[in-house]
């Protein structure tokens, strides 16, 4: 990848392209796009009424007008990215490095027991309020932060809940072995929506990956720990392109 690398940065569920904010300008040799997806918090309603969210990443890439050499998803998104390159459409082509942060990945189906579903429908709640906590400019009483979680639940409804656990539910399935490109995984260590168990996981699961625990964030590094965060992100990044300046990309 010589010169400047187009990166596409992918926020997750009930989320918006502020997430970045913090680290987007951070990102040293890079022509940064942050995409605001249809599940964004104020977002567009009838998103959960198309069957395959992954077309949605189809209509970005083809809203950029530019290839990416980069993908960065969060949370949600980052089950979608997975999908979506394992198709490996026209658009995905140019992508030479992904980076998935806060992933949610299981390997087996037998990892999905009833209790897995249980969690996330009774708690979805309190993961919302830990991404309004991690927004806000100064601390949000715990009491406020679970209202305004539970009317953004309440936005959102079951169907949205149910793409995301569905495409969730389908990671098992994914080709990870043909995954035959760099990739970054970044997790918190005290993550409680996706455990750092599912981006070990993932890590092992992928090829060429490397894995970051970052001890001191939860969902969202890139609020938490935003220098850190471009860090991770920068150096993986020129790893990236000194291994495609050696032709070991294909």
Not at 166 to 188: E, K, N, Q
């Amino acid at each position: 990848m010589n010169g400047p690398h187009n990166a596409l940065l992918l926020h997750g569920l009930a989320s918006d392209a502020a997430i970045w904010a913090s680290v987007r300008g951070e990102l040293t040799g890079c022509k940064v796009w942050a995409a605001d997806l249809p599940w964004r918090g104020e977002g567009v309603a009838d998103w959960q009424f198309e069957p395959d969210p992954v077309v949605w990443l189809d209509r970005t890439a083809d809203s950029m007008g530019e290839p990416i050499h980069v993908l960065v998803a969060h949370s949600f998104a980052s089950a979608l990215a997975l999908h979506w390159i394992a198709r490996r459409t026209p658009q995905t082509a140019s992508v030479r490095a992904l980076v998935l942060v806060s992933p949610f990945y299981r390997r087996k189906t037998e990892d999905f027991p009833w209790d897995a579903m249980a969690y996330y429908v009774e708690n979805f709640h309190q993961i919302l309020a830990e991404g309004i906590q991690s927004r806000a400019r100064r601390p949000v009483d715990p009491e406020i932060a679970l209202g305004m979680a539970a009317h953004v639940r309440d936005r959102i409804g079951p169907y949205a809940w149910m793409r995301f656990f569905s495409a969730y539910m389908d990671t098992p399935f994914l080709p990870l072995a043909d995954l035959d490109l760099p990739c970054l995984v970044v997790t918190g260590r005290r993550d409680r929506a996706a455990f750092p168990s599912d981006a070990e996981a993932l890590a092992a699961a992928l090829p060429r990956a490397d894995l970051r625990v970052l001890d001191d964030c939860a969902h969202f590094p890139m609020q938490e720990n935003p220098d850190r965060f471009a860090k991770a992100l920068n150096d993986f990044i020129a790893r990236t392109a000194t291994t495609a300046e050696r032709g070991d990309i294909r």
